[in-house]
């Protein structure tokens, strides 16, 4: 079997050792690769960014509303907002 090799680049960066050693640590906690655990992180943030709103979109032209709001970005992360919900 031949598997096929994708292009790697060069992302090379400076950090504190502190830095390195949070890196390490996380790595030797979840039995990754100091890359992969880095990697899984920036897949995770990537993944949750939103696409903009489609030109017709009512969300178009509202976007300063964005965040405006202090609280949680999902109601349901406090049961207590659930209460009585559906009733």
């Known amino acids: 079997m031949s598997k096929t090799k994708k292009k790697t ?9 502190e ?4 890196i390490k640590q996380l790595a030797r906690r979840r ?7 880095v990697m899984d992180l920036v897949d995770q943030q ?25 609280g949680p ?3 349901s992360t406090n049961p207590d907002y659930m209460d009585n919900f559906g009733k």
Do not use: C, H
């Open 9 to 17: 680049v060069w992302f090379g960066m400076k950090l504190t050792p």
């Open 46 to 70: 990537t993944n949750q960014l939103t696409e903009p709103a489609p030109k017709n979109s009512f969300l178009n032209g509202i976007e300063y509303l964005s965040r405006s709001v202090e």
């Open 19 to 22: 830095q390195k050693e949070k």
């Open 73 to 75: 970005r999902d109601l």
């Open 31 to 37: 039995g990754v690769s100091q890359k992969q655990v």
